[in-house]
């Protein structure tokens, strides 16, 4: 008993005298902290001087919050996830990030990953701080049933299309035709406006950071605003469609992420299985031939500046990246399609996604889902989008170019 | 002993006594005061050096459209819930006074909604209000037509004054209660010899010796409007046209979403000196000496 306490204890001494600690925090997401845990495990063991010390982000308002207090306190974490593009855009302008590029075999990774048109939605003045890990491209879900119903046996694809299916089902008050705008929390703008001007414009960025000004005053923004006004108009969608309303059969269709898979085969069984999956609406010039472009609800990992050991922090990313079971392992587990060119082309992922048609239709969309823009001040614009675009279109305060000019000058000011 | 020695012996014991709390205090009190002045008059992103600024947060704030929203806001929700709090809760005060069984049953039922989670609530009304929520399938096989609680801007300052309104009557049902438990009986059956009807009654008698009860009601009612922050956060979103946009979201988003801390100290030191204007305005219109002789 003695002798097991007296090799404890040195090597308790050993390690602590030439060992390594790397602090990782990750998102606190049941289903993504039991992918963590197996794998930090697993590394732990393997490489005893080089060890992970996993948590994930503490408790507080949100994560930004709680790794914003840990930075202010000197007391961050070496490698964090859950970054978002805004947030990452405010830790790279406070010079707390390292630039991944710097680190040896960095580019042989996106490689071999097939990451390298995902990244570069992640360039921030010529450097490659965030390593996106997940990207989850918004889709359209419609209610197969109702649609055939009403005569069609696929869903629509422009506005004109939603337009004549709206007409033929909406009834004022009961139900529309399709659930239009996503809420009024500035995140929703991501899902909404920002996500059909990728579908309108081909994947062309909303903002031009380097000229401090918003892009979409143009032919796409227009018959984004004006499908908005005309679905309010009349009445073929509505400011509070209630609880549930897809399941519910209020809204033939509405934008929905791939993290509603599980959920709503859980909650609504009978409905899940009339479930269809399209792109996000385009207007009627829209090519036929064209792939449609789509948001990407996408975070990332970063290193932190403050980090003593960034070639080891280094060297354990590049491990469970470079493993393609590991990503077989963080789709079975949080059915999230990892941030990689190849998932409809990799064979890693066959079965899984011969198993899993939902998935497999999300997975086939990650390389034309689209990051948001960097900036610092993502919440201003789009509170701003909520307010001076969105609203006024929904309240009928304004029309569709009133609203349009006014929202690209707000946005001038708060870029300038 | 000499009353020197025993002085100092008292000192002692009062300070090493009191000292906990004077540290307490120091820390969770008098450290995040000075620091939130400090900040107020300073430009910081939590992550950069702070930069001094003297009072350009103020003058931003005066300026600032989403500022006036916010106090308009305030006083347009106050407009509701203050008359409607304060008329329920005097409502179950006096119900409470003509209970002569399950008293404790009926306290206890609506304290309940006091010490209830704020979240757990506010999904629960978001839900219920909804537009094809309960509340509003029982209106429209009445009427034919649905209320938009909460997607119609003044219809939503009103159905979150409900809810707070809900929350609050229990507790402040007690305060007024306890204040007409005070009055004596002997003065209403003094008035009751004079011929005095029930309204008399309550005009000349209640109403008049329930005010210091009353007052704390009111004091109590403006310090938590401009401290409303689940309801509005969770149901509306500060919506529809910002107009359930509170001081404390304000604060909170500007300092954790836009990372200005500065802005949202001098909007949390403006927020508490109206407050206090606004408490000290009530007192001073509505509050006056009681004597139950």
Known sequence: MKRALFVVLIMLFVFSAFGKEIVFWTAPNPLQESFWK???????????????????????????????????????????????????????????????????????????REMK??????????????????????????????LQELGYDSPPRTYSEIYEISEKYSVPNEKFGMQVILGRNWWDRWFDFINYYYAASGGNSYLDLERARATFNNEHGKSITEFFYKMFRNNWTAVDLGNYPLYNGVVLGGIRGPWEINWAKEQFPDVFDDIVISPPPVPDYYPDEDPVYTFADTKGLVILKSCKYKEEAWEFLKWVYSNEENDLRWVTMTNLPPARGDLSTNEMFTDYMAENDFFAQYASFVPYAVPPALTTKTVDIQDAMTDHLIEPLMYDRAGPEEALNDIVRRIRTILF | MGLKSLRRIEATKGWSISVVYFIYTAIFW?????????LALSKWNFLTPRKFIWFNNFVKMFQDELFWRVVLNTFNFMLYYIPMVLGLSLLFAVALTKIKFFKTFFVLA????????????????????????????????????????????????LSIAMMVTWKFIGYYGLIL?????????????????????????????????????????????????????????????????????????????????????????????????????????????????????
Not at chain 1, 85 to 111: H, K, M, N, R
Not at chain 2, 126 to 144: D, H, Q, S, V, W
Not at chain 2, 215 to 239: D, H, K
Request: hydrophobic share 45%.
């Open chain 2, 30 to 38: 008098g450290y995040p005061f000075v620091w939130l002045f400090i």
């Open chain 2, 177 to 293: 209660f306890s204040g007409l438990n005070s009055i004596p009986k002997s003065l209403y059956e003094a008035a009751e010899l004079d011929g005095a009807t029930g309204w008399k009654k309550f005009w000349k008698i209640t109403l008049p010796l329930l005010n210091p009860s009353i007052v704390m009601v009111l004091v109590l009612a403006i310090s938590l409007v401009f401290g409303i922050f689940t309801e509005p956060y969770l149901i509306t979103g500060g919506g529809p046209m910002k107009r359930t946009f509170t001081f404390q979201m304000m604060v909170y988003t500007t300092a954790f979403q836009k990372l200005d801390p500065g802005y949202a100290s001098t909007l949390a030191i403006v927020a508490a000196l109206m407050s206090f204007g606004c408490v000290i305005l009530t007192r001073k219109l509505i509050e006056k000496e009681v004597e139950y002789a």
């Open chain 1, 117 to 146: 048109q995902i990244v570069e939605g992640w360039k921030f003045n010529g450097h490659y701080f965030v390593f996106p890990i997940y990207s989850n491209p918004m889709l359209m879900w419609w209610r197969g049933d109702l």
């Open chain 1, 38 to 112: 197996e794998l930090v495990k697993q590394w732990n063991e393997e490489n005893p001087d080089i060890q992970i010390n996993w948590s994930t982000i503490p408790a507080a308002g949100s994560s930004e919050e709680a790794i914003l207090t840990s930075i202010a306190s000197g007391r961050s974490p070496d490698i964090c996830t859950n970054i978002f593009s805004g947030f990452a855009a405010q830790l790279i302008e406070a010079d707390q990030l390292v630039p991944l590029e710097t680190l040896p075999g960095y580019w042989e990774l996106i490689e071999q």
């Open chain 2, 110 to 157: 609506f304290l309940v909604a006091n010490v209830s989670s704020g979240v757990a609530y506010s999904i629960i009304f978001e839900r219920l209000f909804a537009i094809n929520g309960p509340l509003n399938k029982f209106i429209y096989t009445l009427t034919g037509k649905t209320i938009p609680w909460f997607s119609e801007p003044q219809l939503a300052i």
